[in-house]
């Protein structure tokens, strides 16, 4: 892998990481992305901002439009990129349980 990245990343904030749970805050500016990563525990994303997803995974990349405070859940080995495909900020909080 590359050691120079085209997009700008986003800016992970922890707030929380306890024998339960890990919180953190994701913050985006247009265009940033996490980069790719594997998530080993299932999660739950509550958008702060109304957020307009690009998820590059590996069979290829979908957008997904996600209104501020809609709450979902993936399973833990999820494996993608988060890109803010919008034109505005976004961000989201991710509570990851162990």
């Given at each position: 892998?590359?050691?120079?990245?085209?997009?700008?990343?986003?800016l992970a904030t922890p707030l929380l990481d306890d024998?339960?749970?890990?919180?953190?805050?994701?913050?985006?500016?247009?265009?940033?992305?996490?980069?790719?990563?594997?998530?080993?525990?299932?999660?739950?994303?509550?958008?702060?901002?109304?957020?307009?997803?690009?998820?590059?995974?590996?069979?290829?990349?979908?957008?997904?439009?996600?209104?501020?405070?809609?709450?979902?859940?993936?399973?833990?080995?999820?494996?993608?990129?988060?890109?803010?495909?919008?034109?505005?900020?976004?961000?989201?909080?991710?509570?990851?349980?162990?």
């Amino acid at each position: 892998m590359s050691q120079y990245r085209a997009s700008p990343p986003a800016l992970a904030t922890p707030l929380l990481d306890d024998a339960v749970v890990r919180i953190t805050r994701w913050d985006f500016e247009p265009g940033a992305d996490t980069g790719v990563h594997t998530h080993g525990m299932g999660y739950v994303v509550v958008p702060m901002t109304d957020c307009q997803f690009l998820l590059e995974e590996k069979d290829g990349s979908r957008r997904v439009d996600v209104a501020k405070g809609a709450a979902y859940r993936r399973d833990a080995g999820t494996e993608h990129n988060v890109v803010n495909a919008g034109d505005q900020p976004m961000s989201f909080i991710e509570i990851e349980y162990k």
